[in-house]
Every structure is written in C-alpha cells, then in structure tokens.
Nanobody
Framework: VQLQASGGGLVQTGGSLRLSCAAS????????MGWFRQAPGKEREFVAA????????AYTDSVKGRFTISRDNAKNTLYMQMNSLKPEDTAVYFC???????????????WGQGTQVTVSS
C-alpha cells in the first residue's frame, strides 16, 4: 500500500488544519488507518485511528475533543480534522495502515511519507 499524506502547514495557535492520506489499494476498507506524529527530539507517537469495518475510533488523550479522524472508503482516503491547535501539536504527521488491525494500531504495516504541521504561538 502506498500512502500519500498532505494538508500540513503553518498555523497560529487556535487554528485548524485538515490532513488527508490517499491510499493506493482498492482493499482500503480492510485496513485500520491512523495518524502518528513525531516532534523534534521525540519518539513517534500514536495520535488517532479508525478501525476497518467499523466506526470505532481511538485518540491519544492530548488530542481528544480537538481532532477528529474519519475515512472515506469510496475514495480510499483518510482524514484528520485538527482544531484548536497548540504549539505542542507541532510535529511531522504520518499516516499508517494495518490490515485487519485493532483500533489502537500497534505495529502498522505501511507508513506514508509525513507532512509537517507547525503551530506558532
């Protein structure tokens, strides 16, 4: 599966961005899809995921109520709406896929190339 992430950019604190991740496989609906992020000097961390075959979602505590993950299986595309952005959200955001994965997405099978999100204070 090839994953192409887009939608990052520079925003001010409190602003919004919408990330997208386009997948190459027609079997997209069988993949749990998620977003991870990596800030400078830190390890990559789980942000959110939406499970295959259901509407189950999971979020890390720091983004609950601000970020919303969704998917459009007809378009093979994953989205994440990010509102009320904070400087600590600054990171490279990666989309990831795991076939028949659980909603918490341990050990993704595939990774996208990353898109930079920078939130200025």
């Amino acid at each position: 599966v090839q994953l192409q992430a887009s939608g990052g950019g520079l925003v001010q604190t409190g602003g919004s961005l919408r990330l997208s991740c386009a997948a190459s496989r027609p079997t997209f609906s069988t993949y749990t899809m998620g977003w991870f992020r990596q800030a400078p000097g830190k390890e990559r961390e789980f942000v959110a995921a939406v499970q295959w075959g259901s509407s189950n979602t999971a979020y890390t505590d720091s983004v609950k109520g601000r970020f919303t993950i969704s998917r459009d299986n007809a378009k093979n595309t994953l989205y994440m709406q990010m509102n009320s952005l904070k400087p600590e959200d600054t990171a490279v955001y990666f989309c990831a896929a795991k076939r028949y994965g659980g909603v918490w997405m341990t050990s993704p099978d595939y990774w996208g190339q990353g898109t930079q999100v920078t939130v200025s204070s």
